[in-house]
DNA sequence: CCCTTATGCCAACAGGGTTGACCTTATCTT
DNA sequence: AAGATAAGGTCAACCCTGTTGGCATAAGGG
């Protein structure tokens, strides 16, 4: 069994499983990131994982020390993607925005994966290298070190935090997902404007808005604190 | 076994259990939530439960219809607990800044609960009662209904992805935590400046903010957006 | 071409949610 | 007050989970 996992760089002998597929850090990672999608967030086992990759479950313990490493292995493999879907024009403010949506779209384009690591800090490299991504953005846009931390720190946190918060609503079964949005049409409207005349009120507008994210629109308000926060004028 | 969960005010008999107590779902939702600080987010399971309770684990299941239904009582507990601990002034902006300070607070105050339910749309009343309230400190402030109705959106779901984001890193045990800290004082602090110059420049400014939460600036830019979307001037 | 050992497989363990059958006792009816 | 009814407790069992120790085999260096 898995005493020492041994590092991907190190791995010399690849012995194809049971079915003949060769297995890989790599693979095995797409291989969850399918899984997940298939059967929700907490539908990632090591046995269903193995059976994915026709490979006995223990097989895995070779690679990760256990279902949390290969956990925060996909977490950063999201980071990476979104940095990979990014490319930098040095408008600052164009920047952010399209950094904050690459890593908000990374991970809701795998919901269920998004769901399970959002929250983990991993330090890992390509982590690192989104946060390098980002003070480089503010500092040069101008703004002194104390104040490009702060907003650093806002928007990171903002990004994996509204990204979390969305995969929860977004890796529902569909019909689950369809129940949840009528909700405002049905349960909310319904309410009666004598105990609840605010929400009887805006009812209506409710029911457009709450089926979409508030991320955009938290994205702006940072950005448009940034502009306010910077010593030259804004173009 | 349960084929109808009772609903709490239906329920007429109340047999003893084994070991004397009387249950009902609000000793169950407080032992649950002791449970869970005493033994982490991952380590509320219904045998567990049902020992703390000196009941049978299936016992549970006369009160709720799983496990999952349970979790969302336990997070419309947190929301009532929130909006007991908070009083309208009628000054908008210290009512919406004390709120969500209340409902941010109330989670953090069982981060291995906020982890479990946050990102949960329960539906339930004391959740209503919340949502009618921001409505109404936004509406008696005097915004249009669609600028209401947005800021309503981001204001709870800001929150609640903060609630849960930063619960996650308070629910690590201690040693775990202080560890994940020190990583700003340790990992990205021996980061080269000549592949991360961002990073090291702003390595001390780092050490020091990241360990806090990001939810007051995240709010406080939210309360500076709704000032200057109002009307009226302000005071 | 053989030997070493990395890497895959098998079987088993403890602990998880959930359920069907059963029993006991609180409350209602007479 | 006694008896009937069924709510709400208990028990044992199901299949699932992550994880590990021992074993087998084939990849690749010498």
């Known amino acids: 069994m898995a005493k020492h996992v041994v ?3 190190a791995r010399r002998r690849r012995r194809p499983t049971r079915t003949g597929t060769v297995l890989s850090e790599e693979i095995i990672v797409d291989t969850a990131l399918r899984v997940l999608r298939e059967h929700g967030s907490t539908g990632l086992t090591a046995r269903r994982l193995g059976a994915a990759l026709g490979a006995d479950p223990s097989t895995l313990y070779r690679y990760f020390a256990g279902m949390d490493e290969l956990t925060r292995a996909i977490g950063d493999e999201l980071m990476g993607r979104a940095l990979d879907s990014w490319t930098a024009t040095g408008d600052w403010r164009a920047d952010l925005r399209a950094l904050g949506r690459a890593i908000y779209g990374a991970y809701l384009a795998h919901p269920q994966a998004a769901l399970l690591t959002a929250s ?3 330090g890992r490299p390509r982590e690192i290298a989104v946060d390098e991504a980002i003070l ?3 500092r040069g846009a101008g703004l002194p070190d104390p104040v490009a931390v702060r907003v650093y720190h806002a928007f ?3 990004s994996l935090a509204f990204a979390a918060l ?3 609503s977004l890796a529902l079964a569909a019909e689950a997902r369809a129940q949840d949005e009528e909700m405002w049409q049905t349960a909310y409207a319904r309410l009666p404007a004598e105990s ?3 929400i009887a009120a805006t009812a209506a507008l409710l029911a457009r808005r709450m089926p979409h994210s508030a991320y955009p629109a938290a994205l702006e308000m940072l950005l448009e604190h ?3 926060r910077l010593p030259a ?3």
């Open 166 to 168: 969305d995969a929860g």
């Open 196 to 198: 609840h005349p605010h």
């Open 7 to 9: 590092p991907e760089a």
């Open 136 to 138: 480089g953005i503010l």
């Open 156 to 158: 990171i946190d903002q």
């Open 120 to 122: 983990r800090v991993t």
């Open 226 to 228: 940034t502009a306010a």
């Open 233 to 235: 004028p804004d173009a």
